[in-house]
């Protein structure tokens, strides 16, 4: 791994967590990206590849010596093999999108892919702002006063007028 560069004196995050995010995307992560996207691209086409085979594979009809062996598989038995093949092949798929997007756009952190979405679409693809859009806190102090919870600053404002 590389040596984490000092934050520049422009960008001030506004939390320890955006501190932390913004140091992480100035690691020089080259090797080691290019590794870990190698090694998890190879896994995921393997994967990908032997879950397509096992699907091919179950999908033909039986010879008549397998005929025996199928009829000892419930209903049960089929459909969770079904599943688990079909997990295979969607997990590994989007894991091979994911890898093969990011090593097209060379990006390593989702901050990067961001930015290099917004300088290819600009704002043409951001969803429009809601005119009644809440913050996570008004959301949650909605509810609160719809269902009657009170909050610790609220009692203790019933407290000092109280007194």
């Known amino acids: 791994m590389g040596d984490v560069k000092a934050v520049s004196s422009n960008t001030q ?33 393997v ?3 032997l879950g ?23 209903g049960a038995a089929f459909a969770g093999k079904a599943l688990g ?20 756009l060379h ?14 679409f600009g704002d043409s693809i951001r969803l429009p702002q809601s005119a009644n859009s809440q913050s996570f806190e008004e959301f949650i102090k909605s509810i609160e006063t719809k269902t009657g919870v009170e909050t610790v600053e609220e009692k203790e404002q019933e407290v000092t007028q109280s007194q």
């Open 107 to 120: 990006v390593n952190t989702p901050r990067q892919f961001g930015a290099a979405m917004k300088t290819a």
């Open 13 to 45: 995050p506004s939390s320890l967590s955006g501190h932390a995010l913004v140091a992480l995307d100035r690691i020089d992560t080259s090797n080691t990206a290019g590794f870990v996207k190698s090694v998890v691209g190879g896994t995921s086409l």
């Open 52 to 74: 397509l085979r096992s699907a091919w594979k179950h999908s033909r009809q039986p010879e008549a010596a397998d005929l025996a062996a199928a009829q000892l598989f419930s």
């Open 85 to 104: 093949v079909a997990t295979v092949i969607t997990v590994s798929g989007f894991s091979l999108l994911i890898v093969g997007v990011s090593a097209l």
């Open 47 to 49: 994967t990908l590849l």
